[in-house]
């Protein structure tokens, strides 16, 4: 069963009915300028080459309303020891960990515009991720 099938199937659960699925390439979204106030990603930058990031996050930010808010989630590289483990299996053998190596998303944000930034640091059996919100300058 493809993803967006299982998704539209376990969303129909809920008895929800303000919300749409769509399957798009994240690179050229099928969205007016300023669409949405809050655009949340998780677990992508983690795999990508590090010189898509930017053509990716202004797509993103091409979406958002002007004082809309981004929220990334991925791994992350680790503040405490435990996380070191994670770093080394990235580094040793990407496969295991599906290619996710630890990033620091908020300094690209800030290159290409946002602002107001918060951050939170979790780690889920030593997996080290962040969290970060920045917000689009209202242009």
């Known amino acids: ?9 376990r969303i129909s659960k809920t008895g929800k009915k303000n ?15 300023g669409t949405f106030d809050v655009l949340l990603n998780q677990y992508l930058l983690d795999i990508l080459p590090v010189e898509d990031f930017i053509p990716i996050l202004l797509e993103f930010k091409r979406v958002l309303k002007a ?4 929220v990334l ?4 590289k680790g503040e405490r020891w435990i996380n070191q483990i994670y770093e ?6 990407p496969p295991l960990l599906a290619g ?13 515009g946002f602002k107001e930034f918060q951050r ?19 242009e």
């Open 73 to 76: 989630v991925h791994m992350t």
């Open 67 to 70: 004082g809309g808010r981004i």
């Open 120 to 138: 939170e640091f979790v780690s889920q059996f030593g997996f080290p991720s962040e969290v970060v919100r920045g917000v689009k300058t209202k």
């Open 19 to 33: 919300y749409a699925l769509y399957l798009c390439d994240c690179r050229d979204l099928p969205f007016e300028d």
């Open 88 to 93: 080394e299996i990235s580094k040793l053998n």
């Open 1 to 9: 069963m493809k993803i967006l099938e299982r998704a539209r199937k």
């Open 100 to 112: 996710c190596r630890g990033v620091m998303a908020q300094p690209f944000l800030e290159a290409i």
